[in-house]
């Protein structure tokens, strides 16, 4: 218990997020990052209340659960967008700007200095989950979302950008240019998400043209395990009472006996789990005497 | 002491550093003089551990900083020849944020910021943010950046670079400041003159290779095997007497009758001399002066570093 306590004692000390932080909030750019970020979010919950106002008479009982879904689904297209633009910076600005020596040979290990950099990323996802719940409490006046479901899918969301944030540090020390490391994490984000369905519409097509039958399902759910929209398939599952990602999992032989853990909660970890190895990999790549 | 023993390295198959061996006294200032591409920034990176070496030992208090490495943030401070600063930090956060890196326990962080800013005469940019400083001033900040830890060892490149007499001025103060606390510092730089006025000890390095090191005074020593002689005289009349008799004078050599002195080289003793100046007078010239010239460190880094350029102007 006092190891865990220390660690996180550490994680808050860590000068380089103390640095971030108040280097990026002395700025006005973030300031209209947070602010076209509301403006989205909320302006596309106003667009879909309204148009699910009028298609009825009374109360329209769909419109919390679809409110909450597409301000979810916003939220995190947002944060997939803009997390990896600022990892991305992580390790190539520092050198850009020839501060990146004077990092590494100090004290702190490389390890430190990488998660410095992902939890000051992470702090600025805390704020904008923070800066979204006004636009939230708007599907709680309505009702039929719980407050427990609501707070797991913020924990999924960080643990998602925690994700995206360390590919964005990882690119950020294998290319000299910020540029390029950020337009590499996000095409990568992309054939993730998009790019395999593409990838798997292009295989079914391909093998039914040679073999006349359909790709195998375990290749395909194989491939959905890590695609972030099969996530938010199965958090609305969780939401709705619905099973499609389920019925995916069964397929492939995972059966559960009961319906605590879904889909979205494997990815969690997953994500999770993908995080620590690739910042103990972005620190490895910059440890300074395996320069040659 | 700081011992370098056959220090190697190589960049794919062009050899930077060759085989480089060096001690440098504890408490000394170090100059460490080349010419572009000489290896001074290779075996500086070495020591501060952000290159690897391809052979040889680094021994700072006994310790072997290429074996153990995780020994350098304690003993050694860097201030490299290009360096970054942080947009929107202040002087004073600037100097909080290497001391968490360096883990300084936070109580004493308030005193030892105020400390190394006093130390770098930058007390009144206490609360001045970073980009708003002039260079001298962010070179002097960097500099008290790199006493953050309290390191035996500073490795300072190329510390006056860019800067304007006054700021080269404060910053050779400093430095003396440094010399005083005990610390041993290895400077890089290009301005010879300035270097023999700071340093205490010298290497020159060529190639990847030492060429002289010691003290100034012994380098000046080795270097000149002849001391060598100006004689100046009132509107430079009687040249041409002072000439003939430096003719007969045995061991005088390489005589050489500029526009406003006669200067010629000597091996000879000290009597022969007292009976030379007596014949100049003798002889009705009228003297102005007769003193020996002294060796500086740019004639002697010129005759160290010119044969090598000379081979390579041939090839």
């Known amino acids: ?292 | 002491m700081i011992r370098i023993e056959n220090l190697t390295k190589y960049y794919g198959k062009f050899k930077a550093v060759d085989g480089l061996t060096l001690e440098i006294p504890e408490g000394s200032v170090f100059g460490f003089v080349g010419p572009n591409g000489a290896g001074k920034t290779t075996t500086m990176k070495i020591m501060t551990g952000l290159l690897s070496a391809s052979g040889g030992k680094i021994t700072i208090d006994g310790v072997d900083i290429i074996e153990h490495p995780e020994f350098i943030g304690d003993k050694v401070g860097y201030m490299p020849d290009f360096f970054g600063t942080y947009d929107n930090l202040r002087a004073d956060e600037y100097l909080e944020f290497y001391a968490g890196m360096y883990k300084i326990p936070q109580n004493e962080v308030p005193q030892l910021v105020d400390d190394l800013l006093e130390l770098v005469d930058l007390s009144e940019k206490k609360y001045a943010y970073v980009d708003s400083l002039s260079r001298g001033m962010k070179q002097r900040l960097c500099l008290a950046r790199s006493l953050v830890h309290d390191p035996a060892l500073l490795i300072l490149d190329e510390p006056a670079s860019g800067l304007d007499p006054r700021a080269r001025f404060e910053m050779k103060e400093i430095l003396k400041q440094l010399k005083t606390m005990g610390k041993t510092v290895i400077i890089s730089s290009h301005i010879l003159p300035e270097l023999a006025e700071m340093c205490t000890h010298v290497g020159i390095i060529d190639h990847g290779v030492v060429k002289s090191s010691g003290s100034i005074s012994e380098i000046m020593q080795n270097m000149q095997k002849e001391r060598v002689f100006s004689v100046k005289t009132l509107g430079n009349a009687g040249f041409d007497t002072i000439n003939m008799l430096l003719s007969e004078l045995p061991y005088a050599e390489n005589i050489s009758v500029n526009t406003d002195e006669i200067v010629f080289s000597y091996r000879g003793d000290e009597d022969s001399l007292a009976r030379l100046v007596k014949d100049i007078h003798d002889k009705g010239v009228p003297l102005l002066g007769f003193s020996e010239k002294q060796g500086n460190l740019e004639d002697v880094f010129m005759e160290l570093t010119g044969d090598d350029e000379n081979d390579e102007n041939k090839k």
């Open chain 1, 1 to 292: 218990m006092t190891k865990i306590k220390n660690k996180i004692l550490s994680y808050a000390n860590n000068p380089i997020v103390k640095r971030e932080i108040k280097q990026t909030f002395r700025k006005a750019k973030i300031f209209w990052i947070l602010a076209v970020y509301l403006f989205a979010l909320a302006g596309i919950s106003f667009m879909v209340l309204t148009s699910l106002s009028g298609t009825y008479d009374g109360y329209n009982p769909m419109l919390p659960s679809v409110m909450y879904f597409v301000i979810l689904g916003m939220q995190m297209l947002l944060l997939t967008v803009i997390t990896p633009i600022s990892t991305s910076t992580a390790i190539s600005g520092e050198k850009e700007r020839q501060t990146f020596d004077l990092l590494i040979i100090t004290k702190t290990s490389m390890y430190d200095i990488i998660m410095g950099k992902l939890l000051s990323s992470l702090m600025i996802t805390v704020i904008m989950i923070i800066l979204s719940m006004p636009v939230y409490a708007v599907v709680f006046y309505y009702g039929g979302v719980s407050v427990i479901q609501f707070l797991l899918n913020q924990v999924y969301l960080l643990c998602y950008t925690s994700m995206v944030g360390s590919l964005g540090i990882v690119f950020s020390t294998v290319m000299r240019k910020s540029t390029a490391a950020s337009t590499a994490t996000i095409a990568l984000i992309f054939a993730m998400t998009i790019g395999v369905w593409i990838a798997i519409g292009m295989l079914g097509v391909m093998t039914f043209a040679l073999t006349q039958s359909e790709v195998p399902l375990k290749i395909v759910c194989t491939l959905f395990m890590f695609n972030p929209i099969i996530s938010f398939i199965s958090m609305v599952d969780s939401q709705m009472g619905t099973n499609a990602s389920w019925e995916i999992l069964d397929e492939i032989g995972y059966t559960f006996e009961n319906d605590v853990i879904y889909f979205w909660h494997i990815n969690m970890l997953l994500y999770c789990v993908i995080t620590h190895f690739l910042v103990k990999f972005a620190a490895k790549r910059i440890a300074p005497m395996r320069k040659k």
